[in-house]
């Protein structure tokens, strides 16, 4: 089969930097996770009073998982095992989908089809690419989990568990290629599985039986309609039994089979769902290069938006723990250590939330900007700017667009946070506190965005992975560098670091000024550059 | 008259470098008002590059472009009022249908009465026989060449770049885009067309411009062009002897091909061999005028018998522009 040796290696060629990186990240995130819990948590009775804590607040359940008792490697699952679920499916959903819908979407399938291979081999590459993705993936965590001291047995088991994840979302991402048109579409599709299965596990482990000294959750019936649902049902490290991953392993076959019949009765470049049509005529609100800078971007706000409302909600809803163990509690002094802020508990646990909700908001000034170069990347960009519009006025219209959506993410999650507590009574002022927090998460958003555009006006082919690269070293910096315990200079370098402290005794805009200023100075240095630069595609 | 009308374009010792290849290296541009400009060359030659810097899209090196007499760079946006653009290779945004691009690239450039552009609109859509309802990524190559022509044509301008404008559309489409420019021209446009289709810039243009490795080669109207090259003559072989042959003044490169006799002869010249062709009593004579073919042959064929290598017009093309192009 030299055909299939080709394929194979044609992908692993393709992904080799892309596939490691991931691998690397999260590995590492395993390792520093155990090590940083085991410093922050490395006693029993503390460990004791943040589970207590979490089953009596299903909001935190929802986001990590069903405690299985305060013992050291059970806290580490249930802190951070869903996430790492949710990470390994996004993974496979964008791996089988770029060397599948999209391979077919740009007509590169229909070259390697005109060869003398059968049809299903490259779907087979792909698949079989995907499953050696999914097997370093659990090598790499679980090495990395006895690298930290934990049990080899439960090692092994989160490695596998994690993988047979992967695999389920592998052949969702698949299938989402047999069924929609695009490569968007099918990313999208895929990673809203991925999403999906998370919420579901986490509303059954929302809803599942608590036990009578707070430490253990028995999920109920919806955490076993998410593959998510069924990795953490084989409880590393505690039950440790791998017989729940069977239904990973089955989905997976079902769905990758389904995927081959499709494939095998349809044409070449066609989908289940074919092509929508649309107007034949715009309106009146595509006239200008804002409209169109709008249109192009309105469906991913509106899928940030939604992240923020339920990051909001999630966090307003933790209200109610605020009067049950007072502001003295260990877990406070935790998440200020987290967020340097707020005086009250529920206040301090309102600050992480909006940190999380900034750097959704900076998330979405980024790509506002690689929307920009996207434009420019495919020649689109050509026809408007072969018209008479500006090429200043062209970048502030995407801008623009980044700056709206920036204030939309932020005020959906205001608005949700502020209901969400209203809805369980919390304490005073909590609306309060919500819009003020999401108001101080406003400058590092706009710093990243003009940032973002500078790059894109100096080195424009750099744009998409120098903006996600600096807001997820951002991102990590400023959340973690205090936990892992990097040196000052290093978490000063990240703009959420100088997030304005708006809440507690000791609030501060300073840092919000500052960032501001030096937005805007990008932000004027991107326009003036902008018009000496070519328009080019590379 | 000609006081009032001045050059549309003009272009003086233009250069443009992308590392240390140079696409353009001294070209020169003239196009008048009311002509059809023929803008020749093979790929790479730079005619891209020459209309990208036309259109302010990219700075050139060296050298000055002007259109309308304006700064190509710095007066962009007035220019850009005046002018309409179809690239080469028409890229359209996905999710907007192909009547959403046009609207949408039609408001950009000014709609000055809602009801003349409805109007054309429909015309434009019925003659290339374009579905405007459809998404742009459904488009096939054709297909999105004529959402970029209907554009263009639908709101009138004053000059027209057009950038291989033709490239994937059917003969029947090609027929209806040449229709259409000649109205756009009657009403009064100029037009700049670059192609490598020789017959197309035959049928439409005035004038050429031949460019080379990024410099004009070869610039006047195609009836300047003829008389600089040799007309093809040819008749039976049957009861000739070599010596008549010989005897046919200015005839050159004589050849005896299955059963007829071929030269050329300088198309000043023709004259002067015909009473000699009438004195042999020639059966199934033919006269072939030099078709653009040979013009452009002239300056590029003879290359491939040089010592120079036939792919070093290939080799100026920017080394982004080919990636770009494979790339997508």
């Known amino acids: ?538 | 008259m000609f006081g009032f009308m001045s050059t549309v374009i003009q272009a003086r010792n233009l250069q443009k470098h992308f590392g240390r290849v140079h696409a353009l290296d001294g070209l020169d541009l003239d196009v008048q008002p009311g002509e059809i400009h023929g803008f020749l060359g093979p790929n790479g030659a730079g005619k891209s590059t020459t209309i990208r810097i036309l259109l302010g899209l990219a700075r050139p090196t060296g050298g000055e472009a002007t259109v309308f007499g304006q700064n190509s760079r710095t007066d962009a946006v007035s220019i850009h009022c005046r002018l309409a653009y179809v690239p080469g290779d028409v890229s359209l945004w996905p999710n907007l249908t192909g009547g959403e691009a046009i609207d949408l690239l039609s408001r950009l450039r000014g709609i000055r009465s809602r009801d003349e552009y409805d109007r054309r609109k429909r015309h434009l859509l019925d003659v290339f026989e374009l579905d405007p309802s459809k998404k742009g990524r459904t488009y096939s190559k054709g297909n999105r060449q004529k959402v970029a022509l209907v554009a263009a044509f639908a709101v009138p301008a004053e000059l027209y770049l057009l950038d291989e404008p033709t490239s994937g559309l059917d003969p029947l489409m090609e027929a209806v885009f040449r229709r259409e420019l000649s109205e756009r021209v009657a009403d009064g446009g100029t037009v700049l067309l670059s192609s490598h289709i020789l017959s197309e810039v035959e049928q439409l243009c005035s004038r050429v411009s031949i460019i080379r490795a990024g410099r004009r080669v070869e610039e006047g109207s195609l009836a300047e062009l003829r008389r600089l090259t040799r007309t093809e003559v040819s008749f039976s072989a049957a009861n000739l002897t070599e010596a008549d042959l010989a005897g046919i003044p200015a005839a050159r490169d004589v050849r005896i091909d299955s059963g007829r006799v071929a030269f050329t002869v300088d198309s000043a010249t023709l004259l002067e061999a015909l009473p000699v062709l009438a004195a042999l009593r020639v059966e199934g004579l033919t006269i072939t005028p030099p078709s653009l073919e040979e013009l452009f042959l002239r300056h590029y064929g003879l290359d491939r018998n040089d010592a120079q290598p036939p792919t070093a017009a290939v080799a100026a093309e920017p080394a982004h522009a080919r990636h770009a192009r494979s790339g997508r």
């Not at chain 1, 993974?91 to 060869?115: C, K, S, Y």
């Not at chain 1, 966090?315 to 009250?344: K, M, V, W």
């Open chain 1, 1 to 538: 089969m030299t055909g299939l040796g080709s394929l194979l290696r044609q992908r692993i060629r393709r992904d080799r930097v892309q596939v490691l990186s991931w691998l690397l990240a999260i590995g590492a995130l395993v390792f520093f996770a155990a090590t940083a819990l085991e410093d922050n948590f490395g006693g029993q009775a503390q460990r004791e009073v943040l589970l207590r804590l979490a089953t009596a607040n299903p909001a935190i359940v929802v986001l990590r998982g069903p405690p299985q008792g305060a013992d050291f490697d059970a806290l580490f699952i249930f802190s951070i095992f869903a996430f790492l679920g949710l990470l390994a499916g996004l993974v496979n959903t964008f791996l089988a989908v770029r060397h599948f819908r999209a391979e077919e979407e740009t007509g590169r399938a229909e070259l390697v089809a005109a060869t003398p291979i059968p049809r299903l081999l490259p779907l087979t590459a792909t698949l079989l690419w995907g499953l050696i993705v999914n097997l370093l993936l659990a090598l790499m965590v679980s090495g990395c989990c006895v690298a930290a001291g934990l049990d080899v047995a439960g090692s092994i088991l989160t490695g596998v568990a994690l993988g047979a994840i992967g695999i389920s979302f592998l052949a969702v991402g698949l299938l989402a290629s047999e069924l929609m048109l695009t490569s968007r579409a099918a990313n999208g599709i895929a990673a809203g599985t991925v999403v999906l299965a998370y919420l579901a596990r986490g509303v059954g482990d929302a809803l599942g039986a608590v036990s009578d000294d707070g430490l253990f959750v028995t999920s109920a019936w919806p955490s076993w309609l998410s593959p998510i649902g069924w990795g953490l049902a084989s409880h590393p490290f505690t039950a440790n039994d791998a017989t729940p991953l069977v239904l990973n392993v089955g989905l997976a076959t079902v769905l990758v089979a389904s995927a081959c019949l499709l494939h095998v009765r349809r044409d070449s470049g066609a989908s289940v769902f074919g092509a929508g049509r649309g107007r034949a005529t715009a309106r009146a609100t595509l006239s200008g290069s804002l409209g169109l800078a709008w249109r192009l971007q309105w469906p991913s706000v509106i899928g940030w938006a939604l992240g923020a409302a339920l990051l909001g909600a999630f966090g307003g809803a933790l209200g109610t723990i605020a009067g049950s163990d007072g502001a003295t509690n260990p877990i406070a002094e935790q998440l200020r250590a987290l967020s340097g802020d707020g005086e009250s508990l529920s206040q301090a646990f309102l600050s992480v939330i909006f940190t999380a909700v900034g750097i959704l908001a900076a998330g979405c000034a980024v790509q506002a900007v690689i929307r920009a170069r996207q434009e420019e990347a495919v020649t689109t960009a050509e026809l408007v700017l072969a018209a008479p519009v500006r090429r200043v006025r062209w970048l502030a219209d995407y801008l623009a667009v980044g700056i709206a959506a920036v204030l939309i993410v932020l005020i959906v999650a205001a608005v949700a946070a502020s209901l969400s507590a209203a809805a369980v009574d919390a304490e005073e002022g909590a609306a309060r506190d919500a819009f003020a927090s999401a108001l101080a998460q406003l400058p590092a958003a706009l710093l990243y965005l003009s940032l973002v555009a500078l790059v894109f006006v100096l080195w424009p082919r750099f744009t998409a992975p120098v903006g996600w690269g600096v807001l997820v070293a951002g991102a990590f910096l400023g959340l973690f560098g205090k936990l892992v315990g990097l040196p000052e200079w290093a978490e000063n370098l990240s703009p959420f670091s100088h997030t304005p402290v708006a809440l507690g005794t000791e609030v501060d805009w300073s840092g919000g000024f500052v960032m501001i200023a030096l937005a805007l100075v990008a932000g004027v240095g991107a326009s003036v550059l902008l018009e000496r630069r070519d328009i080019a595609s590379m």
